[in-house]
């Protein structure tokens, strides 16, 4: 009877107690940015403005893409730390295979068709590094730090060769032809915003409601028990690598027409941002937990941060960083609670 | 330790002359066309005087080029050194144990915090580099409009640019410059800050970009937010795509530059080397002067074969 009485009384209480206070943990980060956004407008009128925020939203693409392949990485327990020499060798061979095509090894092609080869090229080089990424890590047993910690290496070297040291720059017809790709707005979003939500959205998909997506969070929770529970852990971990690359692609392809060209600088530390877009808002860097949405508030927070450092100048510019990490810091540090 | 001052015949000090070059490595177009510029002096000069040997070694951090120094003294042998330091303060020490062991030492560009430890100084001219484009802009503006500028990176040699750029303005009360930012040297950074630029000044009338390759970026932004205010974007450093279009007349934003060419390079190698071979010494400094680059004189600052 009294067991009986204070579960009927008490327990709905308790339990929507329980479940608003993870739901305002589970906001914080949300929150974060609401006030960041609110700090914005009063520093500067212009903030709030609708070019102002779709420019955010546009640059946060890259990133917020890269970052939502990231994310399957970092929750099966791994790391790319390759992604933005990756980016930058991917725009260029793209743009040096375009070129070639457009300089007569392309026949007779429509430049169209050209830029339809090229992209194809980028979705398919990240495909294969990917691949190749996986495999080394779980055929070749080697930490994924190290294999990966090589390839950046590797990618941004190979970059500088192809473009002499210089810049690698787009054929000027197949440019302007490429150009609304960044530049066009459809329904008042540019492009790379809805691509953006296209890719968080079908990543959150594939992680919360398909077999492969539980099988990353497995691997990353206990990855002897995944083999355990015949999770084909080697398969899974190299197709996170692979979508992470074909994430990479795909941002390249949103990259190239915006300045239509590559250079060595391009992509640089662009991992760093990424990896700090999955894990400011939640996903743990030791693997098995994360949200696609947490990895899209963290790649907007992270240009929110550095939109209001440029729009304001009450701080010295030389701090600009400093105001970044503790503004980073200070999300993580509202996010504890969470394991 | 003055072994190179005896004086000797041309053909014999060739045969001893071992020159030792240590650069930055091509991370970005500038120091592309250092090193571009590095091998050009090698190639030419290994050509003119048989017997001499030049060793171009690229390092991307400081220690990595301090390892160089050692192993260009030790297994090179080398007795003469030009180099570009990564770092002033921290390739001081390094360089001056190089020297101390009877290498004739020429700096290039960033200089070393102690002179001592260096027999020549070669460099670009940081302050005209500033100085010319804040002339040009004042006077193409008639003294009166609104300037944005995009730094390079927190650097002293980005602070006596803007420095000497700040100077030539406060003697135009009615040019008001709205902010200065960093874009690193970089398009993607340059990108972002101008448009935050656009959306935050309502009028501007010219960019100081401080950088060719930024001024890409500026010129993208730009072009995207559709603005008709901005009449001019000057950049910096003479890249060959900024240098083409001042010589074609083609690009309305782009009418003037200012060089600073890595060039450097090739004149530090060859004074050097043409020197030591003589048995001279270099002056203790030696600027090579930036100079505004227009339609004019384009043509000279134009080297189509180099990446920068």
Not at chain 1, 183 to 212: C, D, E, K, M, Q
Not at chain 2, 56 to 74: I, R
Not at chain 2, 127 to 132: E, R
Request: hydrophobic share 50%.
């Amino acid at each position: 009877m009294q067991p009986a009485r204070t579960d009927t009384t008490v327990s709905p209480l308790a339990t929507a107690v329980a479940r608003f206070g993870a739901r305002i943990k589970g906001l914080g980060p949300v929150l974060g940015l609401l006030s960041l956004c609110i700090a914005g407008t009063l520093l500067n009128g212009d903030f709030a403005t609708l070019d102002n925020l779709m420019n955010v939203l546009t640059r946060t693409a890259f990133i917020g893409i890269i970052a939502v392949g990231m994310t399957f990485v970092i929750i099966s327990g791994g790391i790319d730390l390759s992604v933005g020499s990756m980016a930058a060798l991917i725009a260029g061979c793209m743009i040096y295979f375009m070129n070639a095509l457009a300089q007569g090894a392309g026949g007779n092609l429509a430049p169209i068709t050209m830029l339809v080869l090229g992209i194809a090229m980028a979705l398919i080089l990240g495909a294969g590094f990917g691949l190749m990424h996986g495999l080394l890590i779980s055929k070749g047993n080697i930490e994924p730090f190290i294999v990966t910690l090589g390839t950046l290496g590797i990618f941004r070297a190979v970059l500088t060769y192809l473009a002499d040291g210089g810049a690698l720059t787009l054929d000027a017809t197949l440019s302007e032809l490429y150009s609304p790709v960044y530049y066009t707005s459809v329904l008042g979003a540019p492009i790379p915003i809805w691509i953006f939500l296209f890719v968080a959205a079908a990543g959150a998909v594939i992680l919360n409601r398909t077999t492969f997506g539980r099988h990353v969070q497995a691997i990353g929770s206990n990855e002897q028990v995944a083999r355990y529970a015949a999770i084909n852990v080697d398969r899974v971990k190299i197709a996170t690598y692979m979508l992470l690359g074909v994430c990479v692609g795909i941002a390249t392809v949103l990259y190239v027409p915006r300045l239509g060209s590559a250079t060595p600088t391009t992509g640089l530390l662009w991992e760093l941002e990424a990896i700090a877009a999955v894990v400011v808002v939640g996903t743990a860097l030791k693997g098995g937990e994360g949200r696609i949405v947490g990895t899209v508030i963290g790649a907007i927070l992270l240009s929110v941060i550095s939109n209001i450092l440029n729009l304001t100048s009450i701080i010295s510019v030389y701090l600009n960083a400093a105001v970044q990490g503790v503004v980073i810091i200070a999300v993580a540090f509202l996010q504890r609670g969470r394991k | 330790m003055q072994a190179w001052a005896l004086p000797s015949a041309q053909a014999q000090a060739a045969e001893k002359l071992v020159v030792g070059v240590a650069i930055p490595t091509a991370t970005h177009s500038f120091t592309s066309g250092i090193v571009w510029w590095a091998n050009q002096a090698k190639a030419e000069l290994e050509k003119a005087h048989p017997g001499l040997k030049i060793i171009v070694k690229t390092a991307a951090t400081a220690p990595e080029q301090a390892n160089q120094l050692q192993d260009m003294l030790t297994v090179n042998k080398i007795n003469t050194l030009v180099i570009f330091p990564i770092e002033s303060a921290s390739l001081t020490q390094p360089v001056a144990q190089v020297k101390n062991k009877g290498v004739y030492v020429t700096v290039v560009d960033r200089g070393l915090t102690n002179t001592q430890s260096q027999d020549a100084y070669i460099a670009g001219d940081n302050t005209a580099f500033g100085k010319l484009p804040a002339e040009y802009l004042a006077k193409s503006l008639n003294g009166k409009g609104n300037i944005v500028v995009l730094r390079g990176m927190p650097t002293t040699l980005d602070n006596e640019r803007y420095d000497a750029f700040s100077a030539v303005m406060k003697g135009h009360p009615e040019i008001k410059v709205l902010d200065a930012k960093y874009g690193n040297w970089n398009r993607d950074d340059a990108f972002k800050v101008m448009q935050d630029y656009l959306t935050r000044f309502k009028q501007i009338d010219a960019v100081w970009a401080a950088d060719d390759d930024m001024a890409i970026g500026v010129q993208k932004a730009i072009a995207q937010a559709k603005r008709t205010d901005i009449k001019q974007v000057f950049g910096g450093a003479g890249a060959k795509g900024a240098v083409k279009k001042i010589m074609d007349g083609s690009d309305p934003l782009i009418v003037a530059d200012v060089s600073y060419s890595p060039k450097f390079m090739y004149d530090a190698i060859k004074l050097t080397t043409e020197a030591r071979l003589k048995g001279d010494k270099l002056p203790a400094n030696t600027i090579i002067p930036s100079v505004l680059i227009t339609r004019e004189n384009a043509k000279q600052f134009y080297f189509p074969n180099s990446p920068f």
